[in-house]
C-alpha cells in the first residue's frame, strides 16, 4: 500500500506481487484480513476501503470522519477498530465497528490533541492504542488500554517521550511497541509482560543504568547513577505514579507508601531506566 491508493498483493510468499484496484487516490496506511477473503485497508481523510474477495475488488465504507486513519484490526469478520488523528485535533480518532465496517462509530480516546499511530487487539475485549499526545506543553508517547471492547480506553505509563507508532500482542499480557525520539534522533522499543501494567523500556542507543539500595526497602531508597537525575517517580502495578521526586534527588523517602510491588522510573538527560523496587 503507499502513494495513490496502492494495493499489492502476493500469492506466493513474496516472490511476485501484483497491483490490485482500490478505486481511490488517497494514501493508505494499512491493511488487515481475518481470513484469505475478507480485509479492509484504511488511509487519509477517513477512507477505510472493504474487499470480500481476496481484494479483487474493494468498496469504500462510511467513516464518518475526515481525520487520517493511520491503522486498523479486526478481531473476526464483523467486528474490528481503526485509530488515527491529526496533531492539531482535540483528540485521537478511534472508531468501532460491530457489523464488518457497514457502521462505525466514534469512541473516546481521552487523549489530549494528537495522533494514534496503531491498534491491536489480544481478543475481542482487550486492546491497546499506541501515538503521541500534545498537551500544551510537548508532545509524548501515548499508550491506551481498553479491557471492554473499547467501550473506555486509558492511559498507560510508557515511560517515554519518544512518537509510538506501532503495537502489537502475542497474548493479553505480552506485547511490544515500537517509536522514535525525535529529540535524540534514535528508536525505541517498549515491552510489556503484565498486559502494559507498566511497560517496561529498551531504547535501541545506551540506556543509562542506575543501581538502588536497598531494595527491598522500608523507608529511603538510595541511587546510584553516572548521570544527572532530571526526573524520578514510582508507579504502582496498575501503571498509576504514586510518587515524584525532585530534580537531583538521591534519597527518595518512601515511608508514605503501602508496602507491595513498585516500579522505580529515572530520567537522565540520557534517557530513561525503569526497574522494579518492593516497600516493605
Excluded: C
Excluded at 505480552?174 to 517509536?179: A, D, E, Q, R, S
Aim: proline residues 3%; glycine residues 14%; charged residues 15%.
Amino acid at each position: 500500500m503507499g502513494f495513490g491508493g496502492t494495493i499489492l498483493k502476493t500469492s506466493n510468499g513474496g516472490t511476485a506481487w501484483s497491483t490490485q484496484t482500490s478505486g481511490t487516490t488517497e494514501w493508505l496506511s494499512s491493511v488487515h484480513f481475518t481470513d484469505a477473503q475478507t480485509g479492509w485497508a484504511v488511509g487519509e481523510y477517513g477512507t477505510i476501503l472493504k474487499t470480500s474477495n481476496g481484494g479483487s475488488t474493494w468498496s469504500p465504507q462510511n467513516s464518518g470522519t475526515t481525520n487520517w486513519l493511520f491503522s486498523v484490526h479486526f478481531t473476526d469478520a464483523q467486528t474490528g477498530w481503526a485509530v488515527g488523528g491529526e496533531i492539531t485535533d482535540s483528540s485521537g480518532i478511534i472508531l468501532k465497528t460491530s457489523n464488518g465496517g457497514s457502521a462505525w462509530s466514534t469512541q473516546t480516546s481521552g487523549t489530549h490533541g494528537g495522533e494514534l499511530r496503531s491498534v491491536h487487539f489480544s481478543d475481542a475485549q482487550t486492546g491497546w492504542a499506541v501515538g503521541l499526545d500534545w498537551d500544551g506543553t510537548g508532545s509524548y508517547g501515548t499508550i491506551l488500554k481498553t479491557s471492554n471492547g473499547g467501550s473506555t480506553w486509558g492511559p498507560q505509563t510508557s515511560g517515554t517521550t519518544s512518537w509510538l507508532y506501532s503495537v502489537h500482542f502475542t497474548d493479553a499480557q505480552t506485547g511490544w511497541v515500537v517509536g522514535y525520539d525525535n529529540q535524540q534522533g534514535t528508536g525505541t522499543i517498549l515491552k510489556t509482560t503484565t498486559g502494559g501494567n507498566p511497560v517496561s523500556i529498551r531504547s535501541l542507543v545506551s540506556v543509562p543504568a542506575f543501581s538502588m539500595y536497598p531494595n527491598p526497602a522500608a523507608e529511603s531508597i538510595y541511587l546510584k547513577t553516572e548521570s544527572s537525575i532530571l526526573q524520578t517517580s514510582l508507579i504502582d502495578a496498575l501503571g498509576k505514579e504514586q510518587a515524584a521526586f525532585p530534580d537531583h534527588e538521591n534519597r527518595l523517602d518512601i515511608r508514605h507508601l503501602k508496602p507491595g510491588l513498585y516500579w522505580l522510573k529515572v530520567q537522565t538527560k540520557d534517557g530513561v531506566s525503569v526497574q522494579k523496587v518492593v516497600k516493605r
